[in-house]
């Protein structure tokens, strides 16, 4: 049976979070009332001049700058001559042959991969290699309803990376980790907000499949309308069954666009293309090229620490698994809240905070389908929380306990510990009482002790504990007991 190579090239769209659009002063502004963000420059209206927005060359490099790209000393705009609909000027204006960023590339997070994908990665550690980094001005929104179109032109001019990779993934799972290790450094580096559900970060996936014999990538088939990334996944298996059922019934793939519609969960085709378009591209007359270079040097410093560098640091400094720090540096806001949980009390281990955040902070935000912002506790009371069971104030379940109220009321775990009547007795004499009454109730028990079961220990233990009401400081009991039965 012939076998076929599967190859992916991607094409991301990703929304700089500036105050204003790329060609003038108006605001970006999610949401706002159709067609009140817009100005002669962005609505394209004869005489209107562009002027270049620094901030948005300046989060572009530093993209560059995180996924160690190349930014050449001169770069420039074009003009890409295409019809629009929802781009007033007809043309749009971005960069071609002289973009900010060249080369570089995207790691890939283990955690970024689909969670039935996990312990089957076939290339861990893999860094996708990028083509560039080219800085545009986004189109306006088509609604199509039943008795036409509508246009809004506020997101015309909104300032937009395009993220262009190589033709280097070979799996849907591949992708779905590319876009969700993007999205996550993106967030990072505080240049954009990445929400795909807001149209913030947009996504075309070229794919192409080719017999394992031939050495020439297979015709690309572009799939556009991918909506999440989960929606990306879906398509890329469909298209690559679609194009190999097509090849084993002998027939020709033609380079075509097609979309994905995803209550059918097929692709359509839009149009076919034996050659790409003639964009007609020439430098823009408007905007004279940039130096980069002192761009560059000032944004040098601004470059943050990565995922991938925060969790190496995170396994160094807070002795954590290499997976508990791959969950903690996953979203840049639930670092940063470990962060402070570990900092309000150094003396609390790091490894422990780990474990109540994980297993419990996250468990319950999902559970309550929530996010970090949500939460009613704070770092400083986890951390009190969790120093509580290491001085033995409070057991482990009873602090379970007091979690569940935290998060339902973001009461202190002082405060709840008292109401709760939890507070552990640790007094030596009223132990040892205790104690003496175990003792002397099962000298039975006692005779397994001294016979070498030390299991029996327990299980005196734990009828002290029943008899204290869980008061009792188990860990000065263990100590007492041991000391008393020699």
């Given amino acids: 049976m012939p076998r076929y190579i599967t190859t992916i090239g991607l094409e991301v769209h990703a929304q700089l979070n500036t105050r204003s659009k790329m060609f003038c002063p108006c605001a970006v502004e999610y949401g706002a009332e159709p067609n009140t963000r817009t100005c002669p420059v962005c609505l394209g209206l004869p005489g209107a001049l562009p002027v270049l927005n620094l901030a948005a060359i300046e989060k572009t490099i530093l993209t560059g700058l995180m996924l160690d790209c190349r930014t050449p000393d001169i770069s ?25 960023c060249i080369g570089g590339g995207v790691p890939l997070y283990e955690l970024s991969y689909p969670k039935d994908a996990q312990k089957t990665i076939k290339n861990p550690g893999k860094v ?43 799996t849907a799972e591949e992708a779905f980790a590319y876009l969700n290790s993007l999205r996550q450094i993106l967030i990072y580096g505080g240049v954009s907000e990445a929400d795909m559900e807001k149209g913030q970060m947009r996504c075309d996936v070229n794919i192409s499949v080719r017999p ?31 194009q190999t059922e097509c090849l084993e019934r002998g027939e020709k793939l033609v380079q075509s666009t097609r979309r994905w519609d995803d209550d059918r969960g097929e692709t359509q085709l839009m149009r076919t293309k034996e050659d790409a378009h003639d964009y007609r591209y020439f430098p823009d007359p408007d905007l004279l090229p940039i130096h980069t270079s002192p761009i560059l040097e000032r944004m040098r410093v601004h470059k943050p620490e990565l995922p991938h560098e925060k969790c190496a640091r995170f396994v160094q400094d807070y002795a954590v698994s290499a997976y508990d720090a791959n969950v903690l540096a996953s979203e840049k806001p639930l670092a940063n809240w470990f962060e402070q949980a570990v900092a309000a009390d150094t003396k609390v281990p790091a490894k422990k905070i780990a474990n109540w955040v994980i297993n419990e902070l996250l468990g319950h935000l999902n559970a309550s389908n929530a996010t970090l912002a949500d939460s009613k506790v704070t770092p400083q009371a986890l951390n009190q929380l969790v120093a509580d069971v290491e001085l033995g104030k409070i057991s482990n379940n009873q602090a379970k306990e007091v ?73 000065v009991v263990g100590d007492v007991l041991r000391g008393k039965l020699g």
């Avoid at 300032?159 to 993934?169: A, G, K, N, Q, Y």
């Avoid at 979690?403 to 007795?425: C, L, N, S, Y």
Wanted: aromatic content about 6%.
């Fill in 76 to 100: 420039k705009w074009d003009r890409k001559n295409y019809f629009y609909p929802d781009m007033p000027k007809n043309y749009q204006l971005t960069q071609f042959d002289q973009p900010l």
């Fill in 403 to 475: 979690f569940e109220e935290m998060f339902a009321t973001g009461e202190t775990p002082v405060t709840i510990i008292k109401q709760k009547g939890f507070e552990q007795v640790s007094d030596s004499g009223a132990i040892e009482k205790l104690c003496d009454e175990v003792i002397a109730a099962n000298p039975a028990k006692v005779a397994e002790f001294k016979a070498g079961n030390d299991k029996v220990l327990n299980w005196m233990t734990g009828q002290i504990m029943k008899s204290s009401s869980g008061k009792a400081n188990p860990k």
């Fill in 212 to 242: 394992e014999e031939q050495k020439e990538l297979g015709a690309k088939i572009e799939l556009k309308n991918l909506n999440s990334v989960s929606a990306v996944r879906r398509a890329i298996h469909h298209e690559v069954a679609r």
């Fill in 128 to 170: 996708v290699k990028l083509t560039r980094i080219h800085l545009e001005e986004d189109v306006g929104k088509s609604t199509h309803t039943g008795a036409g179109t509508l246009l809004d032109f506020n997101r015309a001019g909104t300032p937009l990376m395009e993220i262009v990779s190589d033709p280097d993934l070979e």
